[in-house]
């Protein structure tokens, strides 16, 4: 009972545009951070804990590939990476991770980021001790972490650029991933995102390790996320690429960056892709595009939604005549509730009784985040990053690397392993 009126009144604040008070648990880690200066991007999950007990059960093994996880961070936020950072070594999935951190002797970092005031990073304590451990490891050391030092500044591209740049110049580091280059898997992640301890492993298990992915599926040539979106937006979707978020986490074979230095070198100073800069998540997928990748989906959110209906709630909101057939049950249960799983028939019902939809992603992304923090120095979705974004594609296409696909949503869904 006291599930369903927690329920209840969440709906009720949810309905009202407002949003729920931040759970007692999530306010106990923030509230133990006192270097914390961001804000909370408030989603179902996890904060619904029925739904993060039925992520838990969607978990998958980790893959025997090597796996590097790369990431980036700036002055303002490097004190309070560390849960991020400590996240990425729970995971189930080992892996070597690199924080590129620019160079500190090469001067300030890129003027265009200008909320840095010239300010340079020193690994705090804690980055330099797991560093150094990691360093001092003979073979392989994942899950264990190192401090990159590229020479630039490439925004907040850095963390996928340094970290390749950093495997080329030192190939050792790939032996502490435990395996060669043909089969190292890379991994962007942001450092305001904290991660349940499965999410690593279950986002490569169905691309890089299923037995069922369809014909003529290359691991190889492939991009794999939880969130997507194409890019330009709108309806008909026209000459788009596919957009991996790295918040949501990007994953491709090392063997797909070959030439992404190159590219990275566009977004400094002087180069032909100053815009871009901003606009990480669009580089990337052009990047991808030009290389003939295809980005796949993670079907997790689908997943989630499956397991959490199976006991479907209760919502008070549900119309007398979904009452009276629960009622009906409850007095003869060996019939049990026989309730249609067609989509269309779903949808007719719920504009009939005007019983709320079930969505269990309703708020915010769905990827398997313990915690999503956001900063003031942060770009968020608006039309700065709109401007960008335009302003990207357009020196994109002056380059002669934008990709022109056919009609169509490019973000392919990968649902090859049943939940």
């Known amino acids: ?19 729920p008070p931040i759970p007692p648990w999530m306010r106990a880690i923030l509230d133990s951070r006192p270097n914390f200066r961001g804000s909370v991007h408030r989603s179902q999950y996890p904060e619904d804990l029925e739904l993060k007990a039925a992520g838990a059960l969607l978990a998958k093994p980790p893959i025997r590939n090597p796996v590097v996880v790369a990431m980036t961070t700036t002055p303002t936020r490097v004190a309070a990476c560390e849960p991020a950072v400590r996240s990425l070594l729970n995971q189930s999935q080992p892996a070597l991770i690199i924080v590129s951190i620019p ?24 980055l330099a001790r797991l560093d ?3 360093r001092s490891t003979k073979g392989p050391c994942a899950p264990c972490v190192v401090v990159a030092h590229p020479a630039r500044d490439y925004g907040p591209a850095t963390k996928l650029v340094g970290a390749v740049e950093a495997l080329r ?39 890089f390790s ?14 794999w996320t939880y969130y997507s979106y194409p890019f330009p937006r709108g309806r008909p979707v026209t000459d788009a690429v596919c957009v991996a978020q790295a918040g949501d986490m990007l994953a491709a074979p090392l063997s797909l960056f070959a030439e992404l230095e190159r590219w990275g070198r566009e977004l400094l100073p002087g180069g032909g892709l100053p815009s871009c800069f901003f606009v990480d998540d669009l580089f990337f997928a ?5 290389h003939r990748s295809t980005v796949y989906t993670h079907p997790w959110r689908r997943w989630l939604f499956r397991e959490a209906r199976r006991p479907r709630p209760i919502s008070p909101f549900r119309s007398r005549r979904w009452r009276r057939r629960l ?41 398997p985040k313990t915690m999503q923090l956001r900063y003031p120095d942060g770009l968020a979705m608006g039309g ?29 869904l990968g649902d090859f392993v049943s939940a």
């Not at 028939?345 to 992603?361: I, L, N």
């Not at 302003?391 to 490019?410: D, H, K, V």
């Open 384 to 412: 700065v990053r709109e401007r960008h974004s335009q302003n990207c594609r357009s020196e994109l296409e002056a380059l002669g690397w934008w990709t022109r696909g056919a009609e169509g949503n490019p973000c392919l």
């Open 210 to 223: 299923s037995s069922s992915a369809p014909v003529g599926y290359d691991a190889a040539k492939t991009v």
């Open 1 to 19: 009972m006291r599930r369903i009126l927690a329920k209840t009144a969440l709906l009720a604040v949810l309905a009202a545009g407002k949003d």
């Open 169 to 207: 110049r030192d190939p050792e580091l790939l032996e502490k991933a435990g395996g060669d280059r043909e089969d190292a898997v890379v991994v962007a992640a942001d450092d305001d995102h904290e991660w349940e301890p499965f999410a690593l492993a279950t986002l490569l298990h169905v691309g």
């Open 286 to 290: 052009a990047y991808a595009a030009y």
């Open 103 to 126: 160079d500190a002797r090469g001067g300030v970092y890129n003027k265009r980021r200008s909320h840095w005031n010239g300010k340079r990073i020193e690994p705090p304590p804690w």
């Open 327 to 367: 009622d009906a049950v409850a007095a003869r249960p060996s019939e049990g509730l026989r309730v249609s799983r067609r989509r269309s028939t779903q949808s007719k019902r719920r504009q009939r009784t005007g019983e709320p939809a079930f969505k269990p992603c309703a708020q915010g992304g769905c990827s």
């Open 132 to 134: 150094a451990a990691a």
